[in-house]
């Protein structure tokens, strides 16, 4: 069966430390990959998403980066942390028709 | 512009009571439509979700949801909701045409009182 791992679960980094989180999924080939965010008080929004190896998509213009240097690894990247950057993240994925998302368990970071 | 509407931020129901969560859509066309749960600090898990044909849908844990193209809309309900049902729910669309994006509602938080 498919499973998706992310980490860390939580996080604590000082403004301008740099971020890089990881999401791995095993059991299927070729998954579509997303991060989305969770603002306090706010619902989902999709940062990026990625159809295969190097093909990233920003929906936002942010202070992070998505890379996926491998079919089934997600990274999301930043140089420098904003408090602004603090929230709930999570990495989701679907088959090739991308009408199935399955998510991760997120990643709390607090940026202070 | 497209988007997804829950007008809800909370919810808050007796537990035995029933429950609807509205969820409106804005799309030329009849977007794909899914329902997810999150418990406090966890990830989102699948409900249920509408594709194509009959416009109610059974999901798990009891809930249903119902499509009605007239009103662009995709209602939760459940007729007796239990405790462990506290959580926040999220409405989403893909829209149709491969675009492979789920779009989510800002979700509504439900608390069910003893």
């Known amino acids: 069966s498919q499973t998706i791992h992310q980490w860390p679960a939580t996080l604590v980094q000082p403004v301008g430390s740099p971020l890089s989180l990881e999401c791995t999924v095993e059991?299927?080939?070729?998954?579509?990959l997303y991060w989305y965010r969770q603002a306090a008080g706010r619902g989902l929004q999709l940062l990026f998403y990625?159809?295969?190896?190097?093909?990233i998509s920003s929906e936002v213009p942010q202070n992070l980066s998505a890379s996926r240097p491998q079919d089934r690894q997600f990274i999301l990247s930043s140089k420098k942390l904003l408090l602004s950057d603090s929230g709930f993240y999570l990495c989701?994925?679907?088959?090739?028709?991308?009408?199935?998302?399955?998510f991760g368990q997120g990643t709390r970071l607090t940026v202070v | 512009a497209q988007s997804v509407t829950q007008p809800d931020i909370h919810i808050t129901v007796s537990e035995g009571a029933s429950l609807e969560l509205r969820c409106n859509y804005s799309?030329?066309?009849?977007?794909?439509l899914f329902w997810y749960v999150q418990s406090p600090g966890q990830g989102l898990q699948l409900l249920l979700k509408?594709?194509?044909?009959?416009?109610l849908v059974q999901g798990i844990k009891g809930f249903e949801a119902e499509f009605k193209r007239s009103q662009s809309s995709f209602n939760l309900r459940k007729p007796s909701v239990h405790w462990s049902d506290a959580a926040e729910y999220f409405c989403?669309?893909?829209?149709?045409?491969?675009?492979?994006?789920?779009?989510f509602g800002t979700g509504t938080r439900l608390k069910v009182l003893a």
């Open positions: 989701a994925w679907s088959a090739g028709d991308g009408l199935l998302a399955f």
């Open positions: 059991g299927t080939s070729n998954p579509n």
């Open positions: 990625s159809v295969g190896i190097g093909q």
């Open positions: 799309y030329g066309a009849t977007p794909y």
């Open positions: 509408y594709f194509s044909g009959d416009t």
């Open positions: 989403a669309v893909v829209p149709s045409g491969g675009t492979y994006k789920y779009i």
